[in-house]
């Protein structure tokens, strides 16, 4: 397995790596977690794949050692699927609620090293966060990535300073934020309403 297909897995859930913005730090903090029973469940996305979002609490895929961290688990989502070959992609979902939105941070589960071919892969891959705002309509679930060209042309035309690294990975230029979490809230409050914040969302469907 190359080594873009495996961080290609770790986003899956977004449509495309190049669009979302990347992240060294997460979007939430105590005082903004939320959480809504609503998004339990299980979700088909445009591809016919099928999502569980559990409780992290409650998922029976974590052991019992992830309990350290009991506090932030009590508001923590696990999303997960299966492939074709039964094996299982797991990604953390943290809700946060910023001004009149919500917005759910998306980072690989604790285990996302088990499924890395060797320690010296693991040892050069650096887990980030991805942003989307979120909509529950009715049994339709919508999330709206941040539009990470958006991003790019406003740093590149000096219309905001927010913390950041440019970088070329794999012949594609991409901007990888390295701004604090107040820094992170702070900028998707101000343009949290702005349609060019963000691409065409991916839509889920609750399966009955």
Avoid at 50 to 60: D, H, M, N, T, Y
Avoid at 69 to 91: C, I, Q
Avoid at 95 to 110: A, N
Wanted: charged share 25%; glycine share 4%; hydrophobic share 40%.
């Amino acid at each position: 397995m190359k080594a873009k297909s495996i961080i290609g897995s770790f986003i899956i859930l977004l449509a495309a790596s190049a669009c979302s913005v990347q992240s060294l730090h997460p979007l939430y903090s105590e005082e903004v977690l939320v959480y809504d029973d609503d998004l339990e469940g299980d979700w088909l996305d445009d591809d016919g794949r099928l999502w569980s979002l559990e409780s992290a609490v409650r998922s029976q895929a974590l052991d019992s050692g992830s309990q350290k961290e009991a506090v932030r688990r009590n508001k923590m989502y696990l999303a997960s699927y299966k492939d074709e070959k039964d094996s299982l992609y797991a990604f953390e979902f943290h809700l946060v609620r910023l001004g009149k939105h919500r917005f759910v941070d998306i980072f690989p589960w604790e285990k996302y090293n088990e499924k890395l071919i060797n320690e010296f892969m693991v040892a050069n891959l650096l887990p980030v966060h991805t942003f989307a705002k979120i909509d529950l309509k009715g049994d339709s679930l919508f999330l709206s990535q941040i539009n990470g060209e958006w991003v790019s042309d406003l740093i590149k035309n000096n219309q905001i300073r927010i913390s950041h690294e440019k970088l070329t990975l794999y012949g594609d230029a991409e901007i990888v934020l390295t701004a604090s979490t107040q820094e992170l809230q702070k900028f998707l409050l101000k343009y949290q309403s702005d349609p060019q914040a963000y691409v065409q969302p991916d839509v889920f469907v609750r399966k009955r």
